[in-house]
């Protein structure tokens, strides 16, 4: 069975104080890993997708990173306005389509 | 461009009544998705529809049945709603081929008294 846990559950930071936010998977064999955006009271939103370890993605304050286990989200300098719910999700080769979600981190960056 | 579009945003049921959640793609996918959204539980799947004419069950189909009605459109449907079933409930669609990206509405939030 496909698993994703997400750390920590919630993080708060000051604007401009950088940090990461952590995915850790277990799957029989990955196919993909999915980073997405999810502000209050709407749908995520897609950030990025990865495919094999050693690959990183990045989009303006957002790199994404993956590892055979573990996925990071870098957050560097962020504002307020990164401030959202951030989502991992892994396509495992045991699936068709379908995405296995994490629960998600809760980020409140204070201005 | 609309993406996906679902109705209603909000609803309120009792026990034992029924009703249908609706969903429109306008991006010519071919697979659909419903997943809830509950605190502390993440994102689970309740059916999804590879194509037109097929749907298959989730993680969390019981008590749901879901109908693909063409190619644009995916419905959830409530027999007896529960109060288990309050939840955040969100239809997605995806692109073929390997980029899986999905593309999600905006939800639409129930609560089962």
């Known amino acids: 069975e496909d698993q994703v846990t997400q750390s920590p559950e919630a993080l708060r930071l000051q604007e401009g104080e950088s940090s990461s936010l952590n995915c850790s998977y277990t799957?029989?064999?990955?196919?993909?890993l999915f980073w997405y955006r999810q502000d209050p009271g709407k749908g995520p939103e897609f950030l990025f997708t990865l495919y094999s370890a050693g690959e990183e993605k990045e989009k303006e304050r957002l790199k994404a990173t993956l590892t055979k286990k573990e996925s990071f989200l870098h957050i560097t300098a962020p504002k307020p306005e990164d401030s959202a719910t951030y989502l991992c999700a892994v396509l495992s080769t045991g699936s068709a389509r379908q995405l296995t979600f994490g629960s998600g981190t809760q980020l409140t960056v204070l201005p | 461009n609309a993406g996906v579009t679902q109705t209603p945003k909000f609803q309120v049921l009792k026990t034992g009544q029924s009703m249908t959640l609706q969903c429109a793609q306008d991006?010519?996918?071919?697979?659909m998705y419903w997943y809830r959204q509950d605190p502390g539980m993440g994102l689970r799947l309740i059916y999804y529809s590879a194509s037109e004419g097929t749907t298959d069950k989730g993680e969390v189909p019981n008590g749901y049945n879901v109908s693909r009605l063409n190619k644009r459109e995916f419905s959830l449907r409530l027999e007896s709603a529960a109060p288990s079933q309050t939840s955040v409930y969100f239809c997605?669609?995806?692109?073929?081929?390997?980029?899986?990206?999905?593309?999600f509405g905006s939800g639409t939030r129930l609560t089962v008294v």
């Open positions: 991006m010519n996918h071919n697979s």
């Open positions: 799957v029989s064999g990955l196919r993909g």
């Open positions: 997605a669609s995806s692109e073929t081929g390997t980029g899986l990206r999905y593309t």
